[in-house]
Each structure stands twice: as structure tokens, then as C-alpha cells.
């Protein structure tokens, strides 16, 4: 699986969006970007995941550049509860295996 | 809702004693799910792969008869660590896939501490 890069620590005022970037430059074409959150103390949450197209839920916004060497989570209004560690992971789904990376803890601040 | 159950949330045993750990996809079928452990101010490390039916899959350093996984139907995995010490003292956390390029669902993980 493609090694990810990301910051390590973000903070974002509440209300405002959030934008955590991610690098995988050795990304390789069957591979999916996959993004988690893990609140302290639970199980990492699904958010979102994508090929090569852009792509929206509920919950973010993933942007894929058009060379798949990066992406970017966007949290349109980010409210106190969104204070999590992100994971973003290259991964096939072949194997279906996750291989988390140190995540970006995101601070959203009043 | 929660689609992967995990139990106990949380348990806490003598050194030497086996602990079981059970992980359940609520509302589909898993031929696959995923054992992880996560030490405090760390990121999650991959243990080992549950086949359902076949044996587990057992990442590179992580002794296989230490940690027993048992994946005997399509909905349930059991993690067993074996006369377990206060070094197996971790956060476990199971995730199960429902199959093609669909997102894995993590469990909210058990807690272990080993006195």
C-alpha cells in the first residue's frame, strides 16, 4: 500500500472549514483514498473514500488532485466535536488492508 | 448506528490469564475482518487478518500463538490473547468489510490492562 503524508496538528476556528491535506505520491492506480477520524478512546469512524473523482457525504468533501499525488478533506463547518486525530490511507481493495500513518490531530477552537 | 460490534468494551485480569475479545458485523457478512492494537499516544498497528473459514493472517512480528483469532462465521471474530502480561496491556479494535471497494467500520475497541 502507498505510504501517506500528513501534517501532524491543525487547529480551525468553529464554523469554519476545515482543510486537511494529504500526500501520496506513490499512490498506484487500483488504490482508493480512504479518510478516518478517531475520537480519543473510540474506534476510528469512516468519513470518506475515493478513487479519482471528487467526492461529498454528509459529513466532508474529498478533492483528489487530477495526478492522484494528493488529497484534501474538507469539513465545511467545523464544530468543537470535530477535534479528532484524521487518517488518511492509500489502500487497495483487494486486500482491504488499512495501514494507518500518525494522522493530523485537528483542534477546532471556539 | 453501529454496523461492527466489539465486546468487551473494556476488561481488566490477572497476568497469566487468556482474554477473549469478540468482534460482530451487525447488519452484513464479513469473509474478512481486521485485528488492530493501538498503544497510548500511537497510531493503530495492523495485527492480523481474519479469513473466515481458513486461518488468520498474521502481520510480521505479531507471535501467532499469543494472539489466537478464530473468524468461524461470517459475522463474528474472536481475538484470544493467551497468559497475557501487563506488555499486552493495549486498546484492541476489530474492523470487519463488506467487500468490494466499500469502507471498512471499525469497532469502538476493548480496552486490556493486565495487573
Known amino acids: 500500500d502507498a505510504k501517506t503524508t500528513q501534517p501532524p496538528s491543525m487547529d480551525c476556528a468553529e464554523g469554519r472549514a476545515a482543510n486537511l491535506p494529504c500526500n501520496h505520491s506513490?499512490?498506484?492506480?487500483?488504490?482508493?483514498v480512504y479518510w478516518y477520524r478517531q475520537i480519543h478512546s473510540q474506534g476510528p469512524q469512516y468519513i470518506i473514500h475515493g478513487l479519482k473523482n471528487n467526492e461529498t457525504n454528509e459529513m466532508a468533501s474529498l478533492i483528489i488532485t487530477e495526478d492522484r499525488k494528493s488529497s484534501t478533506l474538507i469539513l465545511p463547518h467545523a464544530t468543537l466535536r470535530d477535534t479528532a486525530v484524521y487518517y488518511c490511507i492509500a489502500a487497495s481493495s483487494n486486500t482491504g488492508k488499512l495501514i494507518f500513518g500518525q494522522g493530523t490531530t485537528l483542534q477546532v477552537k471556539p | 448506528g453501529a454496523v461492527v460490534s466489539q465486546h468487551p468494551s473494556w476488561v481488566i485480569c490477572k497476568s497469566g490469564t487468556s482474554v477473549k475479545i469478540e468482534c460482530r458485523s451487525l447488519?452484513?457478512?464479513?469473509?474478512?475482518m481486521f485485528w488492530y492494537r493501538q498503544f497510548p499516544k500511537q497510531s493503530l498497528m495492523l495485527m492480523a487478518t481474519s479469513n473466515e473459514g481458513s486461518k488468520a493472517t498474521y502481520e510480521q512480528g505479531v507471535e501467532k500463538d499469543k494472539f489466537l483469532i478464530n473468524h468461524a462465521s461470517l459475522t463474528l471474530s474472536t481475538l484470544t490473547v493467551t497468559s497475557a502480561h501487563p506488555e499486552d496491556s493495549s486498546f484492541y479494535i476489530c474492523?470487519?468489510?463488506?467487500?468490494?471497494?466499500?469502507?471498512?467500520?471499525f469497532g469502538d475497541g476493548t480496552r486490556l490492562s493486565i495487573l
Open positions: 506513490t499512490i498506484s492506480g487500483n488504490e482508493y
Open positions: 447488519d452484513f457478512q464479513a469473509t474478512t
Open positions: 474492523s470487519a468489510n463488506r467487500g468490494g471497494n466499500q469502507p471498512q467500520h
